[in-house]
């Protein structure tokens, strides 16, 4: 499988990478800057590109299978996620490439809320987070009304950090997953699992998903 992944270099990304050149796939790796490519793994072929550039998403992503969007905005530019969006769903509409959004947890329900958002709860969404959960709200608002696109979007939950690769997590659909304690945890490695599985198995197309322990 040819799969292109746009924010190669960030902590998602750079581990998704890992993840689909560990399982054989054929992976692209786009960066703003190909200079900048020191976190990128060996055996990705590193391209310079911007997501939030149609026409450039177009041209990156022909002949790949799947475009994995790793990408997020600087502080302070919070809105630049969703201009990121349009320009995905632009570049990739009317394609047979399918396209995989690492979001946010922002539009998930709260488990037991009464139909509370995630986005709504101050126990996962501070104030000082808000900026980057509302725009994480509107990027799946926009895939889910793209008609044209063979989209999934991946919500990861509450806390996501650096930390081991075990392969043990559970899926959801709609709601945040917590556990016994009510954390909604998991590590950056387990995320980038559920990436590739989900390119590789297609189960959630033109729909959300999301993982924790």
Not at 155 to 181: I, K, M, Q, Y
Request: net charge neutral.
């Amino acid at each position: 499988m040819r799969i292109a992944v746009f924010g190669a270099n960030g902590n998602v990304g750079s581990r998704v990478v890992a993840e689909a050149l560990s399982r054989r796939h054929r992976v692209t790796a786009v960066l703003r800057d190909a200079g900048r490519a020191a976190r990128v793994p060996a055996g990705a072929v590193i391209r310079a590109g911007d997501a939030s550039d149609a026409a450039q998403v177009a041209k990156l992503a022909d002949g790949h299978d799947v475009v994995v969007a790793a990408t997020r905005p600087a502080s302070g530019r919070e809105g630049d996620a969703s201009t990121t969006m349009r320009a995905l769903l632009e570049g990739l509409a009317g394609s047979e490439t399918r396209l995989i959004v690492v979001g946010g947890a922002a539009s998930l329900l709260v488990p037991g809320g009464g139909g509370t958002l995630v986005l709504d709860d101050p126990r996962f969404v501070p104030e000082t987070v808000r900026p980057i959960a509302r725009s994480s709200y509107e990027q799946f608002a926009l895939c889910r009304a793209a008609r044209d696109v063979d989209w999934t979007y991946l919500c990861p939950p509450a806390l996501l950090e650096p930390g081991e690769r075990t392969g043990r997590f559970r899926l959801g659909s709609d709601e945040l997953l917590v556990d016994a304690a009510g954390r909604s945890a998991l590590s950056m490695e387990d995320l980038a699992i559920a990436v590739v599985n989900e390119a590789e198995e297609a189960r959630h197309r033109r729909a959300r998903f999301t993982a924790a322990y």
